[in-house]
């Protein structure tokens, strides 16, 4: 259940991930971060075809939910490989309080450091035989919103992320497009006025009714990005809620705003003949 008192614990948010979190781990090679990782990353893969498009799924502070497994199923079925790296579970952090209470507070594991974590795995699996690396895609859910869009700037300026002590061949090309849902974009989340992947058709669901995450900090980013070249665009959902995507949660779920925003992507994922229908 949702319940308020997670709500206001989150929402310590306009301070929200923002104190400078220490590093739960020492800065690691690509090598040792795989490694550490390796117990604690999925690669599934659909039953037939032999080479895939990539989805990249990236839950929020909260981890893995049952919308998460509605998207990974559907996009099994449509041919995609779906990845997932529980950066949470990797440093010790599985039990809902202790997510709600170092996580969620941002007093543990940044966007930063959850970026640091894909950019190190994503260079191997983008070298498997059974992967397409040029047909990858990102869906960011709040905290992993903001680990989406501090990867996509890293990826665009070659710049390490805190806890990688070298950086990754990555080509940022191989991004079409990323599904931000209700991401953090305040204050210790990278603005990208570094640079951000013209490339990538980036969309940013947010209702207007959320208090865990603000609105207006990413519409005034998706704002300044796309005056400086990025394909981006800030869909705004009135009346709707932090995880109104969650079905297993009725007390922010909205199936209206769900259905529109699954069309949405269904729509963009089409255009690029990724998928043949939603």
Known sequence: MYRASIAHKILLSTVLYVTACTSV???DTIHDRIEKLSSHTQLLLPKTGNKHPLAVLLPGCLSWHPHHDKWRNELLEQGFAVLHIDSFSARGYQERGVLESQVCTGRRIRGDERAGDLMATLSS???RPDIHPDRTILMGWS???WTAMDFMIFAETDS???NLSELPVLDVENFRAAFLFYPYCGFGSKTGAEGFPATAKTLIFHG???IITNPTQCRSRAETLALGGADIEFISLRGARHWFDN?????TFD???TSRV???IYDVLQEMGLVSGG
């Not at 079905?247 to 007390?251: A, I, M, S």
Request: proline residues 12%; hydrophobic residues 35%.
């Open 25 to 27: 781990w020492a800065v």
């Open 262 to 264: 699954r069309g949405v």
């Open 143 to 145: 905290h992993g919103g």
């Open 247 to 251: 079905h297993d949660e009725p007390l």
């Open 125 to 127: 699996v983008w070298d």
């Open 255 to 257: 199936s209206q705003t």
């Open 208 to 210: 207007t009714a959320d």
């Open 160 to 162: 390490l992320p805190p």
